[in-house]
């Protein structure tokens, strides 16, 4: 059953008149004539009754009314939301996100695109640390993600919208908290708490490689799985921890005090990224939104 064969049976259905039908679908009426001789031999039953003077609908006219209605109208809607989603007005686009220091940029980047295309849902998953982040780039199980990264991997590209520093994170009463700057150093005989080794924080990759550089294997007293729950436990007197001063400012809580680290690094880097090569419509919008919202960071 073609869509042309339907919407030829839908004329007549609704004119009772071959003539105005054809002027309607902007045809001669003898190609019609013959296109709905055609559609009844492939149904195999008569659709219309004609005489001289009228034509009626058949019993399996009758029928086909509705589900022929019902058909054209789904074509319609179909052949719409491909065009929408060729023109990004619709689609979906499935973000990934690790620590608190990336809600601020993308709870910004989400709102932005709602108000610029309503028919866009972004997808967002948190707790996706840079190196699952950029292998599920590669593999296509996520469209955009804020990560982390001191080498641009192969395959993605990113533009830089935060820049951060490392800071010490300790309770309020600890022996460092009154300071202006620590350094890795004097974090010798601390109890640390870290993200777990998997799947792959940046930010402990960092601690572990400046105690090695400062002589001193770290003693990692706990892990937990996200920024919040470290937080929590350096609250709890725990340990203490090295994080980012995007995160801390997320953090409000009078137990946490946050000391600058003084430590030679390069800047340390989030960077909205997707894969090379051409976008798809949706992603593309929702880039487009991100960059009206959420500035390129620059290294002061």
């Known amino acids: 059953m073609e869509l042309q064969q339907v919407r030829a049976f839908l ?10 039908a054809a002027e309607r679908l902007g045809i001669a009426q003898p190609p019609l004539s013959r296109a709905i001789r055609q559609f009844e031999h492939e149904l195999g039953t008569e659709l219309f009754h004609r005489t001289t003077r009228q034509v009626a609908l058949a019993p399996a006219g009758t029928a086909l009314l509705s589900p022929a209605r019902a058909l054209l109208t789904a074509a319609e809607t179909a052949e719409q939301s491909v065009q929408m989603a060729s ?10 996100l690790g620590t608190l220091s990336s809600h601020r940029a993308a709870s910004r980047m989400v709102a932005a695109t709602h108000r610029r295309k309503p028919g866009i849902t972004v997808e967002m998953e948190s707790n996706v640390y840079s190196e699952e982040a950029i292998a599920r780039l590669h593999d296509g199980t996520l469209d955009l993600a ?6 641009q991997p192969p395959g993605v590209i990113g533009r830089p919208v935060i ?15 009154g300071r202006s700057s620590v350094t890795v150093d004097e974090l010798r005989d601390e109890a640390f708490i870290l993200l777990p080794a998997d799947p792959g924080s940046t930010m402990r990759d960092l601690t572990l490689q400046w105690c090695y550089a400062a002589g001193f294997t770290p003693r990692v007293v706990q892990e937990a799985p996200d920024t919040q729950l470290v937080g929590a436990l350096v609250s709890a007197e725990m340990g203490i921890t090295i994080t980012y001063d995007s995160v801390m400012a997320n953090i409000h809580d009078p137990d946490l005090v946050a000391v600058p680290l003084s430590v030679e690094h390069d800047p340390i880097t989030v960077y909205l990224a997707h894969r090379e090569g051409e976008l798809e419509p949706a992603l593309r919008e929702v880039v487009a939104a991100a960059e009206a919202v959420v500035p390129t960071a620059t290294r002061t």
């Open 11 to 20: 004329a007549v259905a609704e004119e009772l008149h071959f003539g105005r």
């Open 87 to 96: 023109a990004g007005d619709i689609g979906r686009v499935r973000l990934g």
């Open 146 to 151: 804020l990560v982390r990264w001191q080498a």
């Open 163 to 177: 820049i951060e520093r490392p800071m010490v994170a300790v309770h309020a009463d600890h022996r460092l908290a």
